[in-house]
């Protein structure tokens, strides 16, 4: 995906490409707690600690000699959705981030639409 000022392109085919205005896009982020046992992304932020071998109310299972805490990151998914078939999701690391990009997808929409809307008290001439 590619964004410019007022449209978006992506690629819906090997040699096709698609143009999308902004407001044809359904876009959200949402973050979400996962269970991380590979190698912690460095800008993934901690958000809880499980065990490898766990038990019903949470704690460790101790007839486990080796059993280990694993860390809970928060991670978040960018999903972008059109009617015209565009289906794009993006898991990210830094859910900070990708709320922060969420807030100023809604701030470019907004001001998408007050430079479409028009203006008031304005005469048009032919």
């Not at 059993?67 to 960018?78: D, G, R, S, V």
């Not at 859910?95 to 028009?118: M, N, S, Y």
Request: no cysteine; proline share 6%; aromatic share 16%.
């Amino acid at each position: 995906m590619f964004l410019f000022p007022f449209f978006v392109v992506y690629f819906a085919g090997e040699r096709n490409f698609a143009l999308l205005e902004y407001k044809e896009i359904r876009f959200a982020a949402e973050p979400f707690g996962f269970i991380e046992q590979e190698a912690l992304p460095g800008d993934a932020s901690v958000i809880g600690k499980t065990w490898a071998k766990v038990n019903k109310d949470g704690s460790p299972d101790r007839r486990f000699r080796d059993n280990y805490e694993i860390p809970i990151a928060q991670y978040a998914t960018l999903i972008f959705k059109s009617d015209t078939g565009l289906n794009e999701e993006y898991l990210v690391s830094n859910a900070v981030a990708a709320l922060t990009f969420a807030k100023e997808w809604a701030a470019l929409l907004e001001g998408i639409k007050r430079i479409a809307a028009p203006i008031p008290n304005v005469k048009e001439f032919n």
